[in-house]
């Protein structure tokens, strides 16, 4: 099964790694993660994200509406994201605890659909 791990982290993250040893820290601990998830064979994609260079865009009225930067209503930060393929939904759990944004934030498991074509 194919679940998406999203990493979601406080909105004030940055503020806390702008500390060069917290952040050296941080990122050692995501080079590990990463690379236990590469070296167990189950991750299939994924990527690390810039929100604080986001636009977030609606449509009212038939108009587009763009804001630059994070949405105001987002009260964590999609800073990335992994594809894993496992057995079970408590292995991409056991996965999802492991990751250090569920330490400062929370990593959200998502089931991937499989897409059915006509």
Do not use: C
Not at 13 to 32: F, G, H, I
Not at 85 to 114: H, K, Q
């Amino acid at each position: 099964m194919e679940f998406v791990l999203a990493f979601q982290q406080p909105p004030n993250v940055y503020e806390t790694y702008a500390d060069l040893l917290k952040a050296q820290q941080v990122s050692l601990a995501w080079k590990q993660y990463m690379g236990a998830l590469a070296a167990a064979g189950v991750m299939r994609a994924g990527t690390q994200l810039d929100p604080r260079n986001a636009s977030t865009v609606r449509m009212r009225d038939g108009q587009r509406q763009v804001q630059d930067g994070p949405s105001p209503d987002a009260h964590a930060l999609f800073g990335g994201f992994v594809v894993i393929n496992v057995e079970t939904l408590a292995e991409a759990l056991n996965w999802a605890e492991l990751s250090p944004s569920s330490s400062a934030g929370f990593t959200e498991v998502i089931p991937v659909l499989p897409i059915t074509r006509a």
